[in-house]
């Protein structure tokens, strides 16, 4: 089944986002489940809830994920604002229940410069103590892989498997890939093979099995160049064979496809993206 949308706006509600993905033909779509330039935010109220998970045209989208906030930092301990993470993280994560997403979109962090030890020492402890102060929900954490600018967090797959390993729930979280952010963090897509020999290390490293979404973007930034920019795809370093490789993979067919790219009011980019993706099939 295929799974390919984008990363569509909550403006006006996060049930006009059903609307606007289904109008664009999305099978799978990903949100923000507040604004995610802030920390906190009023809670939804039933109705808004309700508009949510009972669109007459939410069975259209075969799967929604939702992408966390960006204040969100895990990876610094005993600041004013790990205390607001974790809040932040909580709340986003019983929005996410409330609207039945079950994967959270998340960056493990930015150290600092404390160093990369230490900074994921910090994210491991703070999961273990999201997991325990929120047992009971179905959504789980999906730790994506990152461009590794200035201190970030989770630019090697290594960083993400020692994540995994060392908290105490693993099962409670996930690995989304960016096409993107692995490219600027040194692994080459745009060589011959490229998409499956980087496949091939995460399934080493990680586990294919870990996978539960694919962020689908073009960078404008060059390779290794840590540099997290995202571009049209045909547009940018990566290049299409990349993408190709991703559309016709066996292994990936089940996992959602997102788009982060460029894109207008109308979502015309997208339409024109997920064309291209779709004549690869
Ligand atoms: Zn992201
Ligand atoms: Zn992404």
Redesign the pocket.
């Known amino acids: 089944m295929l799974l390919l949308g984008s990363h569509i706006p909550t403006v006006g509600g996060v049930a006009k986002a059903i609307d606007r993905g289904v109008d664009i033909d999305c099978t799978a779509m990903q949100i923000f489940v507040k604004n995610n330039m802030q920390w906190l935010a009023k809670p939804f109220s039933k109705e808004e809830v309700t508009a949510f998970t009972q669109h007459p045209l939410r069975s259209k989208l075969k799967m929604v994920i939702a ?2 906030g ?1 204040l969100i930092n895990l990876g610094v301990e005993k600041s004013e604002n790990h205390e607001k993470s974790l809040q932040s993280l909580g709340e986003e994560l019983v929005r996410c229940d409330q609207l039945q997403i079950p994967y959270l ?3 493990p962090g930015s150290h600092l410069g404390a160093g990369i030890e230490k900074g994921l020492h910090c994210v491991i402890q703070s999961l273990d103590t999201i997991h325990s102060e929120y047992p009971n929900l179905k959504v789980r954490i999906a730790l ?1 892989t ?1 461009a590794g600018q200035g201190s970030c967090l989770g630019a090697r797959f290594e960083e993400l498997a020692e994540i995994l390993e060392k908290v105490k729930i693993p099962d409670r979280l996930r690995i ?1 890939l ?1 096409t993107a ?1 692995v490219f600027a963090a040194g692994y080459d897509l745009s060589e011959k093979n490229g998409a499956e020999k980087v496949f091939k290390q995460l399934d080493d490293i990680v586990g294919l099995q870990q996978l539960c979404a694919l ?1 689908i973007n073009e960078s404008k930034a060059a390779l290794g160049s840590r540099v997290d920019r995202h571009e049209n795809l045909g547009q940018g370093k990566i290049g299409l064979d990349a993408f190709r490789w991703i559309m016709r993979s066996q292994v990936l067919g089940n996992i959602p496809k997102i788009l ?1 790219t460029p894109k207008g009011k109308d979502l015309a980019e997208d339409v024109v993206a997920m064309k291209l993706l779709g004549s690869f099939l």
Do not use: M, Q, R
């Open positions: 992408h966390a960006y979109v998340l960056h994506e990152t989304c960016d952010h962020h982060e």
